[in-house]
């Protein structure tokens, strides 16, 4: 952590103990994946150093194999977090396949474990967006819309802000400026254009 800061970078830790987490928050990790051993202490200690939660909260479906118990551990987790102001992020580690799914399909059901967390629509919202950008360090460039910064955007039919499920109908994608889905067609040929490098290296 010393020699990452002394090259003016940030480290981001996998925890998977209840010690491992407890070292991690002390080190000053800018970032923590995954949210199994964390725990009311944990997240108050987090929340006073400003320290990122990536945690996957992975719902109770039938692709996802979680357990209802497992869910309700994830809900009171995610809740107890919230509650104590940790900096969240919308994180899933959704890294696999599911038959019959789309990656936004199977992504966009992620919002299920916030809503049972009772957490508000335009905060899940806030955090999916704006929280994302500012622990990649990216939100001078890519978080508000406004002239100059990159133009990354969605368009749905509903109003997010009310209602997060709006998020499972997205009609329009542009990206560095670039239209991949208009009137709820993707547009392919965007897919074969090299683009401006930089934007796509970031992640």
Aim: proline content about 5%; glycine content about 8%; overall charge negative.
């Amino acid at each position: 952590v010393a020699e990452a800061a002394n090259a003016g970078m940030k480290v981001e830790g996998h925890i998977q103990t209840q010690e491992g987490a407890r070292r991690a928050i002390e080190a000053g990790l800018w970032s923590l994946a995954h949210d199994e051993p964390l725990d009311d202490e944990l997240h108050k200690m987090m929340a006073e150093k400003g320290i990122f939660r990536a945690g996957t909260e992975t719902p109770a479906t039938a692709w996802s194999r979680t357990s209802q118990a497992a869910f309700e551990r994830r809900v009171e987790l995610l809740r107890n977090a919230y509650d104590n102001g940790v900096n969240l992020t919308f994180s899933t580690d959704a890294d696999y396949y599911i038959p019959g799914m789309t990656r936004g399909e199977l992504v966009i059901d992620f919002i299920k474990t916030w809503q049972a967390a009772g957490i508000p629509d335009a905060k899940i919202l806030e955090i999916m967006t704006i929280n994302g950008y500012k622990c990649a360090e990216t939100y001078d460039q890519r978080g508000p819309i406004r002239p100059g910064m990159a133009a990354d955007m969605i368009a749905v039919p509903g109003n997010p802000l009310e209602d997060i499920d709006a998020l499972r109908d997205v009609q329009f994608v542009m990206k560095d400026g670039m239209v991949f889905k208009r009137d709820g067609v993707m547009t392919p040929e965007v897919f074969f254009n090299a683009g401006p490098v930089n934007g796509w290296r970031i992640r």
